[in-house]
């Protein structure tokens, strides 16, 4: 099992910043990739950015691409995402996911995650 806690989502401004944090607990060893996800009322949920939780290589979705950043605090197991120039179509519940499939990335970062957290959600005021 990975146990994955979000927090940092909060109502921002538009133009504002938000960092997401994610704590990664349990079968850490195991991890392969770690990542976030962002979900809006009536639509899909979204790939937004993922780590290969061994190797640090990053990996960004079109949705927010330019305005974020994603990195990861090996000694602490936490990953975080730092958003800027945030709009108001960030609005959105915003899930870290892990895999600990040997394969992931292979078609997708966004792809093959098997472990949830429950989300935090993000609120861009205009």
């Known amino acids: 099992q990975v146990q994955l806690e979000e927090s940092g989502g909060g109502l921002v401004q538009t133009g504002g910043s938000l960092t997401l944090t994610c704590e990664v607990s349990?079968?850490?060893?195991?991890?392969?990739?770690v990542g976030w996800h962002r979900q809006s009322p009536g639509k899909e949920r979204e790939f937004v950015a993922a780590?290969?939780?061994?190797?640090?290589?990053?990996y960004y979705g079109d949705s927010m691409r330019g305005r974020i950043t994603i990195s990861r605090d090996s000694a602490k197991n936490t990953l975080n995402l730092q958003m800027n120039s945030l709009k108001p179509e960030d609005t959105a519940v915003y899930y870290c996911?892990?895999?600990?499939?040997?394969?992931?990335?292979?078609?997708?970062?966004?792809?093959?995650?098997?472990?949830w957290g429950q989300g935090t959600q993000v609120t861009v005021s205009s």
């Open positions: 780590i290969a939780w061994p190797t640090g290589t990053e």
């Open positions: 996911a892990a895999s600990t499939h040997r394969g992931w990335g292979r078609t997708g970062p966004q792809y093959e995650y098997n472990y």
């Open positions: 349990g079968r850490t060893a195991e991890t392969v990739g």
